[in-house]
């Protein structure tokens, strides 16, 4: 029973253990980002009406595909690139860096997911070679001449465009929204599990509220109609097609949440899990990107190391969808959040609660790396900015660029076709896209040199994506096109054996290196 000697030892443990989170803290929580952008592809008729559904051969993607798979006669950037398997149109890696381009829900949305990075603005940078690339097949259905090939010759341009909402006539509950997909590492504690009844730790209640806020910044803008059926600016139309908390939906149909966790026990080191957000933005300006996912990576570690219970808020269950809807209709950003305090309502503006999270996060960590530091400063200072109005980010934040443009330039009438026309050219990623328009004439702020998306498109991140990108060249250079290789983190070998790499942001292992020596 020990008396006072028990007392001096639980002194002891407690100093122990204070230090070691203090010294941990001096650099960056090891976590692996990624991206997920599914673009949206509309051929332009030679009746000068745009067509995402092009009749026979079925959606515009149609066209994108038909490029693949390369041959010889195929220009040199997209043979650089390796694709793998190299004689399939679908479902292909990059043996250059790693990523991922395929076709998703039925082949009807191209889709380009980035490789596991380490931080928010590798992953960002990433996230912008993927425009890159898919922009050069987009200009290969027009080298080719697939509009002329297929469909009697009805098209004569074919835009991909980088959005959030894909409409087809039905109502929104059944139709498909394509969008971004945010992918962290966390703690698989987290994680609803379906053997127990309750959610441990009630993260959802932790997160939902900063991700119903974190529009503000993340949000791409668009122009919606209403239930009046008047045309109206929005922050963002995702939250429109977000109805829950936690979901396993992603694409079509409704059901889909704001929280949803891939659990992939064969692809994540032990106690962690892959965090796959639903409800994030397709950004054409990374700023916005770069302020919600530094912010989400500072909220995520203060919820996984906070030793005191630091955040008192829960979700208010009635109103979170509604005031997620009401915000991202409010350009003033004054619409209210409602959550409880125990038995109270408590009532935020975003602003001010995207405050408590920064709060929360300083209150919770002692210590921040380089790097961390610039994402809590990046994240304040857009904050402050957007106190003043919309106009002090019309350079950097989506929403605000495009309300900025089609009020200055188009007059401000939401109505007017061409200012609708206008918020989905905004985000043509071609150059004669809006926003890249912007971007060549210094209206807005540009976040990277060309020379880094150049090197991004050629190169993985120190990751796991290094050694993908080696096993895909050794099987490339050996003749095993026919090698059947699908997850992320498991590698086949000759006898069908799968050596596992689970740490996202591990380069090699022994077992690895083995394997690839029996490839070669």
Same mark, same amino acid.
């Given at each position: ?310 955040? *008192?808020?829960? !979700?208010? #269950? ?5 005031? $997620? ?5 409010? @350009?003033? =950003?004054? &619409? ?118 150049? *090197?991004?498109? !050629?190169? #993985? ?5 290094? $050694? ?5 060249? @050794?099987? =490339?250079? &050996? ?42």
């Amino acid at each position: 029973y020990g008396g006072n000697n028990l007392g001096q030892a639980a002194k002891k443990v407690y100093i122990k253990i204070s230090f070691l989170k203090n010294e941990r803290a001096q650099t960056m929580q090891k976590r692996a980002f990624g991206i997920e952008t599914e673009y949206s592809v509309a051929c332009l008729g030679k009746n000068r009406l745009f067509y995402t559904d092009i009749g026979c051969p079925g959606q515009a993607a149609f066209f994108l595909m038909k490029v693949l798979p390369l041959n010889q006669t195929s220009p040199e950037r997209l043979t650089k690139l390796m694709l793998f398997p190299p004689y399939k149109d679908n479902g292909l890696w990059l043996a250059s860096n790693g990523a991922r381009f395929y076709f998703d829900i039925n082949d009807t949305v191209s889709e380009y997911a980035t490789p596991e990075c380490e931080n928010p603005r590798e992953a960002i940078i990433h996230s912008l070679a993927g425009n890159s690339i898919v922009e050069d097949i987009r200009k290969e259905v027009l080298r080719l001449g697939l509009l002329e090939e297929y469909c009697e010759s009805r098209y004569k341009d074919i835009f991909v465009f980088k959005m959030n909402a894909h409409f087809d006539g039905s109502d929104i509950p059944f139709q498909n929204a394509v969008g971004c997909h945010e992918n962290y590492t966390t703690l698989s504690e987290f994680a609803p599990n379906p053997e127990r009844s309750w959610e441990p730790h009630h993260f959802s209640e932790f997160l939902t509220p900063f991700l119903i806020s974190r529009q503000i910044f993340d949000g791409a803008g668009g122009i919606k109609l209403s239930a009046d059926k008047k045309w109206r600016y929005v922050i963002s139309q995702r939250p429109f097609f977000i109805d829950s908390k936690i979901t396993t939906r992603t694409t079509a149909g409704g059901g889909r949440g704001f929280i949803h966790f891939k659990n992939e026990v064969d692809e994540a080191p032990h106690g962690k899990i892959r965090l796959h957000l639903h409800c994030g933005d397709s950004n054409m300006s990374p700023w916005g990107k770069f302020a919600a996912l530094g912010a989400t990576h500072l909220a995520l570690r203060a919820y996984e190391e906070d030793e005191r219970n630091n955040w *008192k808020y829960k !979700l208010h #269950p009635t109103h979170f969808i509604n005031d $997620f809807h009401a915000l991202a209709s409010d @350009t003033t =950003l004054e &619409s209210p959040i409602r959550l409880l305090d125990g038995n109270n309502e408590k009532v935020f503006s975003a602003i001010n609660l995207q405050k408590e999270y920064i709060n929360f996060v300083e209150k919770s960590l002692n210590n921040f790396s380089n790097e961390e530091s610039i994402m809590l400063e990046s994240w304040k200072s857009m904050l402050e900015k957007l106190e003043q109005g919309y106009e002090a980010v019309s350079k950097e934040l989506d929403w605000a660029i495009k309300l900025n443009y089609i009020k200055e330039r188009l007059g401000g009438d939401f109505n007017n076709t061409k200012a609708r026309f206008a918020s989905t050219l905004y985000h043509d990623i071609s150059a004669r896209g809006i926003y890249n328009g912007f971007l060549r004439t210094g209206e807005v702020l540009p976040f990277s040199a060309q020379s880094e998306i150049e *090197k991004a498109r !050629l190169n #993985p991140p120190q990751t796991r994506a290094l $050694f993908r990108s080696r096993f895909l060249t @050794t099987l =490339l250079k &050996s003749g095993r096109f026919d090698h059947n290789y699908c997850q992320w983190g498991g590698f086949p070998g000759l006898n069908g054996e799968i050596i596992y790499i689970k740490d996202p942001l591990v380069t090699t292992t022994e077992e690895g290196e083995k394997l690839l020596e029996s490839l070669k």
